[in-house]
């Protein structure tokens, strides 16, 4: 079984550039996260997709994250414009089942991003 | 508020030892316990889940505890090997609502020396 897969592995770009990351997740998974993770700290929570609606947002800064699922499989997050401190590693993660709180969920590689 | 915390946030053994990694948090109202690994550079690789009934889990060398009530969990490496080299993240999931997400500590980086 194919893991998640994630694009690109690495991304350098100056700060009020825009940067773009995909996921493909493990087929068959309803649901799909997307994490960031600082430097030396545990992923945090960004955005929680169930087929392609979202189920929190909670965390993600809304004025220069945006993340999509289109037709309930691969997504994109997008960072517009970049600031320093979003230099991090965007994980994307996966989930079978509807009821997500009881399931493992499977991570990518990650795609780290420096912002200049 | 889920708070998260792992100690130590660096270990070095020598090649061969037994050793304990310890994760504490402070809602106990959880559905499930994970325990990852974080090599250098790669994504996380889970390696044991413990549901909120369970009280440990095994794979191989790995063991995991749960504790709900006092808020604890912790992994037991046996007989630790260079490879066993990497940052080990713990992480909850919550038990209310419907959504999956994972509330982690900020990981414990083992060194094995040989």
């Known amino acids: 079984e194919a893991g998640v897969a994630q694009s690109p592995r690495y991304k350098i770009i100056e700060k009020r550039q825009s940067v773009a990351f995909w996921c493909n997740p493990i087929s068959g998974h309803a649901t799909l996260y997307w994490y960031q993770q600082i430097l030396g700290q545990g992923p945090k929570l960004l955005i929680q997709f169930q087929n392609n609606g979202v189920v929190d947002d909670s965390q993600l800064p809304k004025d220069r994250f945006s993340a999509e699922r289109l037709k309930g499989v691969d997504s994109t997050l997008k960072i517009q414009p970049a600031k320093l401190e979003d230099s991090a590693v965007y994980l994307c993660?996966?989930?079978?089942?509807?009821?997500?709180?009881?399931?493992?969920?499977?991570f990518g590689p990650g795609t780290r991003l420096t912002v200049l | 508020k889920q708070e998260v915390t792992q100690i130590p946030a660096a270990l070095s053994v020598p090649e061969g030892e037994n050793l304990v990694l310890n994760c504490s948090f402070t809602?106990?109202?959880?559905?499930?316990l994970q325990w990852f690994r974080q090599d250098p550079g790669k994504g996380l690789t889970s390696l044991l889940l413990?549901?909120?009934?369970?009280r440990e889990q095994t794979s191989g060398r790995l063991n995991a505890s749960l504790d709900k009530s006092s808020g604890r969990s912790t992994l037991y490496i046996a007989a630790s090997q260079p490879g066993d080299s990497a940052t080990y993240l713990c992480?909850?999931?919550?038990?209310?609502?419907?959504?999956?997400?994972?509330?982690f500590g900020q990981g414990t980086t083992l060194q094995v020396k040989p």
């Open positions: 413990i549901q909120s009934s369970q």
């Open positions: 809602d106990s109202a959880i559905y499930n």
């Open positions: 993660a996966s989930s079978l089942e509807r009821n997500p709180s009881y399931n493992e969920q499977f």
């Open positions: 992480a909850v999931r919550r038990h209310s609502g419907n959504t999956g997400k994972l509330i």
